[in-house]
């Protein structure tokens, strides 16, 4: 199968995949890049909603943009940490700040941290280590241990996760990060020490926050906006009376449905109502564009270049030209929708030998299964 298009196997049916390279979206990239620089010219926490339907490559767009923080490719000029997290667990957390604190532990990981730890070990100018004696010592220790043969208990500590007594003894610290008030303490601790590492920001690539009205009760997903409110609201007190604290900066996924209707609804059920317009005035909204015909034509000629058997001149056959434009318009520039129907396509394609596929075959097989004017799937 799949030979006579010089493939290895169909390269649409394979959910993302190592091999796939991820599709630079130029356009999208530069007004992040937009934001998130004068998000640093701000004293205050900051917070963008990226809106976009299931799909259309919201959880693409962070990780590129986490890749590019990473890099340096934006916000080069400023000294921030950045890390991508799911809002939730397939089993949701009883304790949601808890997890919020943990969940920056691990995904800045350890070699994050290492980075830190060496920097507090080298710290020698003194105001910045007269500021470190003032901040959480259990914190500091622990931080002070990593990048050590110490490593392995302080970071069993830092990341909240159980620890024996003998474990904590051989870090020296006292109390554990258990409760949702201690690692709300701790976070706050960890941000006035990222500052005084010269932290301009730390930026929070948060995915799927729609699933938050999955979560187990209207309760549970009104405690989880809190959670976030509280930590925006705490760093922004600080930093509003003079404070040296790293700030936060979130940029948050969401579908634009969830966003607009089911997270106000959700807070006026709960009694929060009164959350809401703080909740709204905070944010920017970045509404995500579908994949323009250049964009699909990328995403199908990358995907087929990772399957061909043989290398070739024609990057983009057994489709020709007229095909990009076409199933653009009918998958509405939705990527997921995009691969699926050209899945299909290729596969039937491939069943009757058709050697080219253009518009027209294309459009014929998507109308014979009448999948032409699916709004919805
Ligand atoms: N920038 C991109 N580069 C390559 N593939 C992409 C890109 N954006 C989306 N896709 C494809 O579309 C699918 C859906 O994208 P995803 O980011 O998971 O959407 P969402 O998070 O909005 O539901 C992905 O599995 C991937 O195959
Ligand atoms: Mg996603």
């Not at 610290?173 to 409760?179: A, G």
């Given at each position: 199968m799949y030979e006579q298009f010089?493939?290895?196997?169909?390269?649409?049916?394979?959910?993302?995949?190592?091999?796939?390279?991820?599709?630079?979206r130029e356009e999208v990239s530069r007004d992040l890049d937009f934001f998130l620089n004068g998000f640093m010219k701000q004293a205050s926490p900051q917070m963008l909603a990226i809106l976009g339907d299931y799909g259309i490559g919201k959880t693409f767009v962070l990780l590129q943009l986490l890749k590019k923080l990473k890099e340096g490719k934006?916000?080069?000029d400023f000294k921030t940490l950045s890390l991508y997290m799911k809002?939730?667990?397939?089993?949701?957390?009883?304790?949601y700040f808890h997890y919020l604190y943990s969940e920056t532990m691990n995904r800045l990981g350890l070699s994050s941290l290492r980075l830190l730890s060496k920097e507090i070990r080298g710290l020698r100018n003194k105001p910045r280590l007269a500021r470190l004696q003032e901040i959480d010592q259990d914190l500091v220790k622990a931080l002070s241990c990593?990048?050590?043969?110490?490593?392995s208990p302080a970071w069993s500590f830092l990341r909240g996760a159980p620890i024996l007594a003998s474990q904590m003894k051989k870090i020296n610290?006292?109390?554990?990060?258990?409760?949702d008030e201690r690692a709300e303490f701790i976070y706050i601790e960890f941000l006035k020490t990222l500052d005084i590492l010269g932290y301009k920001s730390l930026i929070l690539l948060i995915d799927e926050f729609e699933y938050i009205l999955t979560a187990t009760g209207a309760k549970r997903s009104a405690q989880i906006i809190v959670s976030f409110k509280d930590l925006f609201d705490k760093t922004n007190e600080m930093i509003g009376v003079g404070e040296n604290i790293c700030k936060p900066v979130f940029i948050i996924a969401c579908t634009p449905g969830v966003w607009r209707e089911g997270i106000p609804s959700l807070m006026n059920s709960v009694g929060l109502g009164g959350i809401y317009p703080f909740w709204e005035r905070i944010y920017s909204t970045y509404t995500l564009k579908p994949f323009s015909d250049d964009e699909t034509r990328r995403l199908v000629t990358s995907r087929l270049q990772a399957r061909r058997i043989k290398t070739t001149n024609d990057a983009i056959s057994p489709f020709t030209h007229d095909f990009f434009p076409f199933i653009t318009k009918v998958t509405q520039g939705i990527p997921r929708r995009t691969l699926r129907r050209t899945a299909f396509v290729l596969d039937i394609a491939d069943q009757r030998g058709i050697e080219r596929i253009n518009r027209d075959e294309a459009e014929n097989i998507l109308k014979e299964f009448n999948l032409i004017k699916t709004n919805k799937e």
């Open positions: 010089n493939l290895r196997s169909n390269p649409f049916l394979e959910d993302f995949h190592e091999d796939f390279p991820m599709i630079d934006i916000l080069g809002v939730l667990t397939p089993k949701p957390p009883t304790k990593i990048g050590t043969d110490l490593e610290v006292d109390s554990k990060i258990t409760t």
